[in-house]
Structure formats: structure tokens, C-alpha cells
């Protein structure tokens, strides 16, 4: 089993290149924030306490996006490999998602870090605020709040995995294929290491 981790700030990528790596090496795709969409528009109350936050730009506490993954990987125990898509946002995410996989007797097999530009980021989630019918991408300073979300609590997961040698910056500004063709260098170097 090989599992990935998908990191970069809000915007960088993490969605658009999620869709192209699935399709390549059967990754079961595992997005929080898709997860939290669907609990919002299933209007469960989960779903109601997590809008008010995300609308905010604030993240959602750690024991409901633990939960939520904890019953993600128990309801696919055939998968070859989870893709694992802006979580883990904060230090404690990141501990109980190795205790999870400890449990399955797997691990993080590489963190993939796109690096994009403050500017760039906040350009891309405006853009895509104009179609998707996102609140938290329409209002340029709930953007802003989502990046100092990320710069406070969420750039610090890279630093955890950095001390076990799990990470792979890869640059994320280009076109969605040269991005893409540098991902999967990294995750083929990481595979032939584990082979
Ligand atoms: P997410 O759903 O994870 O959303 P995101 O970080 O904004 O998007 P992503 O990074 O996937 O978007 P992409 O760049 O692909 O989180 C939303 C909210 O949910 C969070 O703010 C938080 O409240 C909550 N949440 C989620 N997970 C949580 C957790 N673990 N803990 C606590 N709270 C959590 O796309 C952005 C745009 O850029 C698109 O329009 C795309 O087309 C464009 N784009 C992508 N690549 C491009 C490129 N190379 N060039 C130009 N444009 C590009």
C-alpha cells in the first residue's frame, strides 16, 4: 500500500491535480473539504457548524475531520493506496492520521508541497469564486484569512514530516501538465525507493 499526501496552501492545486493522480494510479481520493461540501449540502448538522467556519475561512476542529477520515479509510479496506487531499491541516490532524494508519499497518508514503505565490493563490481562488458558487472563494479578504489560516497552523505539517524525510516540494505555478508530470516524478521516485 502507498499513500500520499497532497500540501499546499488554499488554492495551490491540491483539487485540480487530486482528479489527474487518481486516474493514473488508483488512488482512493480522500478531500476533507469535499467531504465537509457534501455534509453542507446534505444540510446535516455536521455540515451546518462546519459552513460557518469554512464561510469564515476558519478551519473545522480536528476530532470532526478525524472522525470523518477515520470512517473514510474504515469504509474502504480494499483500497491499494489513499490520496490524501488538504488534510492534514494542523500538527494534531497529522499524528492521528499516523496513529490510523499505524493501525492498518501502513504509513505516508511521500507529502507532495506545492509552493504558489501568495498573489497567485489569491488570483486562482477569485477566478474560481466567479463559477464555483463557493462563498469562502467570492470575498478576496476571507481568502486572505484562509492563507493566514495556513501560514499559522497548517504550513507546520510540512515541518513534521520533513523530520521523517516524507517531503517533496514540487513548484506549483505552470500549466495542470507540467505541474503534474513533476508530481508524479516524485511519487515514482518514492515507489521504486519502497520497491
Ligand atoms: P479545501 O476544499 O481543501 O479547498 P482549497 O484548499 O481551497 O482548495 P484546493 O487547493 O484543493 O483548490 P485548487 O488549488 O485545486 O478546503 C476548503 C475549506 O474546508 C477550508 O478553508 C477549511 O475551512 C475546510 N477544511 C478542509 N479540510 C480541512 C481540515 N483537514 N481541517 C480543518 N478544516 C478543513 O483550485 C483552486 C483554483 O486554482 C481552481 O480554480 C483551479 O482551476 C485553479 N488552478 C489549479 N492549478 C492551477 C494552475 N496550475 N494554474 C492556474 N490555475 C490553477
Not at 494510479?25 to 469554512?54: Q, V
Not at 491541516?89 to 497529522?94: K, L
Request: a negative charge; aromatic letters at 6%.
Amino acid at each position: 500500500m502507498f499513500n500520499i499526501i497532497l500540501f499546499g496552501p488554499p488554492g495551490s492545486g491540491k483539487g485540480t491535480q487530486s482528479e489527474k493522480l487518481i486516474e493514473k494510479y488508483n488512488f482512493k481520493h480522500l478531500s476533507t473539504g469535499d467531504i465537509l461540501r457534501g455534509e453542507i449540502a446534505a444540510a446535516t448538522p455536521l455540515g451546518l457548524e462546519a459552513k460557518k467556519l469554512m464561510d469564515a475561512g476558519q478551519l473545522v476542529p480536528d476530532e470532526v475531520v478525524v472522525g470523518m477520515i477515520s470512517s473514510a479509510l474504515d469504509n474502504n479496506p480494499n483500497a491499494s493506496g489513499f490520496l490524501f487531499d488538504g488534510f492534514p491541516r494542523t500538527v494534531a490532524q497529522a499524528e492521528a492520521l499516523n496513529k490510523l494508519l499505524k493501525l492498518k499497518g501502513t504509513e505516508i508514503g511521500v507529502v507532495l508541497a506545492l509552493d504558489v505565490s501568495e498573489e497567485e493563490l489569491v488570483k486562482r481562488l477569485l477566478n474560481r469564486g466567479l463559477t464555483s458558487g463557493r462563498s469562502d472563494d467570492t470575498n478576496e479578504s476571507i481568502i486572505r484569512n484562509r492563507i493566514v489560516e495556513y501560514k499559522n497552523k497548517t504550513s507546520i505539517v510540512a515541518d513534521f514530516y520533513q523530520q521523517l524525510d516524507k517531503v517533496s516540494h514540487v513548484k506549483g505555478e505552470g500549466t495542470l501538465e507540467e505541474i503534474f508530470v513533476l508530481l508524479c516524478h516524485e511519487i515514482d521516485l518514492r515507489l521504486n525507493e519502497q520497491e
